[in-house]
């Protein structure tokens, strides 16, 4: 990890203050654990047992087992460091247990109008989770500040690289209570 990217993580989501917590849903927090635990307990401990085995053959130099083992060793020791410290400032947000379920929140799947009429539904995860391609955008991204708050025919400003657009609350959801998120 770089000291950017160090510097990046403890200044928390981009264009928040320091200190800003990374909200993140169940589902999104129990897959970087999962991931963070694989790294650790099993793909780590394969790439020390062909470094070594690599190590032991001589020359290292052009060693491209051991070139390759250590740079991937490097990789996964940077990646651990990083989930455990977003893991350490993570905040958990249920979406099922939202109570104010008229309003626009951290995990709420929303229906919105565009200008053009088209219907665009988006549910606003944390940072980490977001896959525009799924329809997941993150609690910080334009279109989910914009919605932040906004009730059902609620008309919001989205600030576009095109200009400012009006978008329609059309309709907003959240997951049965008692159940897990997405």
Do not use: C
């Amino acid at each position: 990890m770089t000291k950017d990217d160090e510097d990046d993580d403890e200044a928390g989501p981009p264009g928040l203050p320091a200190g800003t917590p990374f909200y993140m849903t169940p589902t999104g927090h129990a897959a970087l654990e999962a991931e963070l635990k694989r790294l650790w307990t099993e793909e780590r401990p394969k790439v020390v047992e062909v470094v070594s085995w690599a190590a032991g053959l001589g020359d290292r130099s052009e060693n491209a087992d051991y070139q390759y083992g250590k740079r991937r060793l490097r990789e996964i020791d940077r990646r651990v460091r990083f989930l455990r410290k977003r893991l350490e400032r993570v905040q958990v947000v249920d979406p099922a247990a939202q109570t104010k379920r008229g309003q626009v929140f951290f995990g709420a799947t929303v229906t919105y109008a565009r200008e053009d009429d088209r219907e665009v539904t988006v549910t606003i995860v944390g940072v980490d989770e977001a896959d525009s391609g799924a329809g997941r955008i993150s609690w910080v991204s334009p279109v989910a500040r914009a919605l932040l708050g906004a009730r059902v025919g609620d008309l919001v400003k989205l600030r576009t690289p095109q200009g400012t657009e009006a978008i329609e609350v059309v309709e907003i959801r959240y997951p049965p209570a008692g159940t897990s998120p997405m």
